[in-house]
């Protein structure tokens, strides 16, 4: 039988890994005294140091990240993944728009790395594992202009616009990440101060501007009081927790269940909840409000113990059909209220802000 024919070892990709071992060989035979010696145990760790570090520790093109305007096959590869595994709640489309966005920061928040919103070679890897691919340079790729933030984006570069807003003087609230109404009557002020135009998004002018000494602080004069509601505040706090673990009996902050996570939230807000949901569903204090009739920020119960207790579950209402809620092996998360699910077992609502 004729002999298998070894596999030439140059059809391997030639990469830091493989070239150091061999460049510390060949500096050690040809080194004869110990000076050559720890010149290449030297080179050698220094390349090894470069082989080990992570992707994000190295500058990226933008064609190897996926993010928000993009629309490609890769994208609608990365959707499927994250549908798959639960942190995408629509249907894969390809476009890489707000829910892909969010989505994708869940997951990084999941597997504590850096949570941006944008899918690198390091998320990618993970969410992908043995279907990871590098993305091809070839792909076409959205404009790398600044990208706005708006309302409903969360992520670090929010927190950075949060940080800076507060230094500046008009945001007063907790940095949390996200870009609900609060951070939104922040960037409003901050353009109305600095004669831009308030849109209370930050797109180009705005984040050109802010983050350099001609931005102006506020001086309280000639700022108009923003009209936040206490609803739209409640829900921010919310938000600030979506991703965190679900535990039975947890009450916060890096675990809850559904009434632990609901009664967190609005201590926060001075208000003072029952800790069970079929109690805080019972809490007379707070109007009971049918399910036409709710608004954002109304709490919303559901039987989903037969009746034993009357409610064992309990959400957020965040308006459009959808509410904030704390569920086994998900952890906080928004959930569509009229999916059968909770349709089937919708109770009431209360409406603890008028």
């Avoid at 390809?94 to 966005?101: C, H, S």
């Avoid at 504590?112 to 091809?136: E, Q, R, S």
């Avoid at 340079?137 to 670090?156: P, Q």
Wanted: proline residues 4%; hydrophobic residues 35%.
């Amino acid at each position: 039988m004729a002999a298998r024919r070894k596999k030439s070892s140059f059809g391997r990709r030639l990469t830091l890994e493989n070239l150091f071992p061999c460049v510390l060989a060949l500096v050690w035979q040809k080194g004869r005294c110990r000076v050559k010696r720890k010149i290449a145990l030297f080179i050698s760790v220094l390349m090894l140091t470069a082989a080990l570090l992570p992707s994000t520790a190295l500058a990226l093109e933008r064609y190897e990240v996926l993010a928000k305007g993009d629309k490609d096959q890769y994208v609608l590869q990365l959707q499927k993944a994250l549908f798959e595994k639960g942190f995408l709640k629509i249907k894969p489309t390809g476009y890489f728009g707000t829910d892909t966005q969010k989505a994708v920061y869940n997951f990084q928040k999941s597997e504590a790395i850096t949570a941006d919103g944008k899918a690198g070679p390091v998320t990618l890897k993970l969410l992908l594992g043995k279907n990871y691919k590098p993305l091809p340079s070839t792909r076409k790729v959205a404009d790398a202009e600044v990208e706005a933030i708006s309302k409903g984006d969360e992520g670090d570069n929010v927190k950075k616009l949060q940080k800076r807003l507060k230094a500046l003087g008009y945001y007063k609230d907790e940095i949390t990440g996200f870009f609900g109404p609060l951070t939104f009557e922040a960037v409003k002020k901050f353009q109305r101060v600095n004669g831009l135009p308030e849109t209370g998004t930050a797109a180009e002018k705005t984040l050109g501007l802010i983050y350099t000494d001609k931005a102006k602080k506020s001086n309280g004069k000639h700022i108009q009081t923003a009209s936040v509601s206490k609803m739209d505040k409640f829900i921010e706090k919310a938000k600030k927790y979506i991703g965190k673990a679900y535990r039975r009996g947890g009450n916060g902050p890096d675990a809850f269940d559904c009434s632990g996570f609901t009664k967190y939230v609005l201590k926060q807000m001075g208000v003072t909840a029952p800790r069970t949901a079929d109690s805080q569903s019972q809490n007379p204090i707070w109007e009971k409000v049918e399910r036409d009739q709710l608004r954002k920020g109304d709490l919303v119960f559901f039987d989903t113990r037969n009746g034993n207790p009357p409610v064992g579950h309990v959400g957020i209402y965040l308006g459009k059909g959808k509410f904030l809620h704390a569920m086994p092996d998900e952890g906080v998360i928004i959930s569509e209220l009229a999916t059968k699910y909770y349709t089937e077992r919708f109770k009431w609502g209360r409406r603890v802000f008028k």
